[in-house]
């Protein structure tokens, strides 16, 4: 049964920063392609950031120069100039064959985590 549980959510202040964390049961992190997707509300979801079990990562353009996402024991975003369009419920997604913006090629999913920018 695989889980995946997104931690490091919040609120901060437009330009600050947050760390957004992944931990993964029942999935093996050293050889598995994840990634970040957000779903503000009365919009789709989108992607943010994916990496592949080599380490080798692809941005949305919105992100990019922004954010960092990084694999070891868990998933991490690292979000850095933080702007009020970045409001939206975070999630950890599992499962891509290679790095990917779709929801279509991800298999598990976790519960998310809020990220507020004022």
């Known amino acids: 049964h695989v889980q995946l549980v997104e931690s490091g959510g919040g609120s901060v202040q437009a330009g600050g920063s947050l760390s957004l964390s992944c931990a993964t049961s029942?999935?093996?992190?050293?050889?598995?392609?994840m990634g970040w997707f957000r779903q503000a509300p009365g919009k789709e979801r989108e992607g943010v950031a994916s990496?592949?079990?080599?380490g080798v990562p692809l941005y949305a353009d919105s992100v990019k120069g922004r954010f960092t996402i990084s694999k070891d024991s868990v998933l991490s975003l690292r979000m850095n100039s933080l702007k009020s369009e970045d409001t939206a419920m975070y999630y950890c997604a599992a499962g891509c064959w290679a790095p990917a913006l779709v929801s279509r090629a991800y298999t598990y999913w976790g519960q998310g985590t809020q990220v507020t920018v004022s």
């Open positions: 990496i592949n079990d080599d």
């Open positions: 029942g999935w093996s992190m050293s050889t598995t392609c």
